[in-house]
Structure formats: C-alpha cells, structure tokens
C-alpha cells in the first residue's frame, strides 16, 4: 500500500507541473520566450499537454480510489478520535472535487481539439477550473499524509 | 448526432448529477472496506463492521446517469437546431463545488 501511495503522489506531482504550465501558458501566453526563467514556463504549447493531463488525472485518481478504503479505516478514524474535523472536511472536499474534476475532463479534452479553437474562454476556464481541483487536492493529500500516513 | 457535442454536454449533467447523488446518497453499489464486501445500492454496515463507503457507487451512478443524458440532450440538440451554451462547462462546476463546499461546512465549524 506505501508503494501504491508514493506511486499516487509521483502521478500527482507529475499531473502538476503538467496542468501549471498549461495553465500560465493559456493565463498568460508568451510568443517569443526570452531569457527568464518564468517567461520561459509560460511558453508552452498548451495542447501538447491535453492528453498526457487527462491521462495522468486517470491514473493518478485510479490509484488514489485503490488507496481510500485504507484512509477510510485508518487515517480518518484516527483523526476524528483526535477531533481533528477540519481535516477530515477538507478530504471529503477533496474527493468531491477529484469526481466534478473527473467529470470535467470530456469537455476538457473536447476544448483543447482544434475544432474548438474559437472558443479560447472555454478553453482558458475549464483548464483553470482543472487546475485549481488538482492544486487542492494535491496539498491537502500531502498535509494528511503528514498527519497521518499510511502504516 | 455528432459525438462532439456529447462530451461538454456530459461534463455539464455530471457536475449537476453528482451534487444530486452525493446530497441523497444514490450509490450503485456501497463498499465495506473492513469487510472487503460489496453491497447492492444503499448499505449501511453494523457498528461493528466498519463504515460503509458510498464514493465508488456513486462515482457510477453519476457516471453512467451523465452518459445517458448527454446522449439524449446531444439528440434532441440535433432535433431541435439549438444548442446546450459551452460556457455552461466552465460555469456548472465551480458553482456545484460551492454547494458541496456549502454542505461540508459543519465539518469546519464543528
């Protein structure tokens, strides 16, 4: 189970720095990079992201549902012994934003194909939108594990 | 009916449809992970069993109810010559994560 839960964050920390460069690509598009460490982050080809995003969202939510029946009688037992409620809340808003994140990725991948190029606020929305569940999910994984790992 | 149009169609009835399920709790199936059993629907296992876990019954319902709608919405789209705004994808969402947000408050106030 330690070997699935260091699996699930190496996805996840991969699924990360994929979804923000896409996301300062397409917030804050640079044409010609130049010299700077942060313009050069943004210049990227937002599309060549899409697939390898949608599928490591999948694999890395694949491993996270094999790891949560052993959070669920394990760590959150422990931390609701400790009343530690906030905590607790904030993974059950993980999980639900991983499924509405889940759920995004068709109209996600279906924004990003050239057939919809027209529509650049769609496109700009839903890739924040992605981003913003992934960077939520992905602290809150962490700061948990750090409360109470998987023994 | 073209497939494109399933795709958003489906991401916008997914958010809906997922805040509906998680909120009255329509799971397909529950899963009992200390006893490593599946249940049919709705199960809630003896004190003594360990807690029932709803998310992966969910997680098809929605699943599947979204498929379904949007293939009968990208139909009658087809039908009817008018269109299902893209802008709903992005909108539908983050609107639906604020609801849950809503409903998990006591776990914060506790």
Same mark, same amino acid.
């Given at each position: 189970m330690v070997y699935l839960l260091l699996l699930h964050m190496l996805l996840a920390v991969a699924l990360i720095g994929a979804v923000t460069h896409q996301t300062l690509g397409v917030l804050a598009p640079v044409r010609a990079p130049v010299g700077g460490f942060f313009a050069r982050f943004r210049a990227v080809n937002g599309a060549g992201y899409v697939n390898a995003i949608v599928v490591l969202y999948l694999l890395t939510a694949f491993l996270g549902l094999l790891i949560y029946p052993n959070y669920r009688i394990g760590a959150r037992v422990f931390m609701e012994e400790l009343r530690m409620f906030p905590r607790v809340g904030s993974f059950e808003l993980k999980e639900h934003l991983i499924a509405l994140g889940l759920g995004l990725l068709p109209a996600y991948w279906w924004a990003w194909q050239p057939a919809q190029s027209d529509r650049p606020q769609t496109r700009r929305a839903l890739t924040v939108i992605l981003a913003v569940f992934v960077w939520y999910a992905f602290l809150i994984g962490h700061l948990l594990n750090n409360t109470r790992g998987i023994s | 009916m073209r497939w494109s149009r399933v795709l958003p169609i489906f991401s916008i009835a997914f958010a809906v449809l997922y805040l509906l399920t998680m909120y009255f709790n329509w799971p397909? #199936?529950?899963? @009992? *992970?200390?006893?490593?059993?599946?249940?049919?629907?709705? #199960?809630?296992? @003896? *004190?003594?069993?360990?807690?029932?876990?709803?998310?992966?019954?969910?997680?098809?319902?929605?699943?599947?109810?979204?498929?379904v709608i949007a293939v009968v919405v990208a139909y009658l789209e087809e039908k009817s010559g008018r269109r299902v705004p893209a802008s709903l994808t992005w909108a539908v969402p983050p609107l639906v994560a604020l609801v849950i947000l809503y409903i998990l408050l006591p776990w914060f106030t506790h």
């Open positions: - | 397909v #199936f529950t899963y @009992a *992970p200390k006893l490593r059993q599946f249940f049919p629907l709705r #199960f809630a296992p @003896a *004190p003594s069993q360990g807690p029932g876990m709803y998310y992966y019954g969910w997680l098809v319902t929605v699943g599947v109810g979204a498929a």
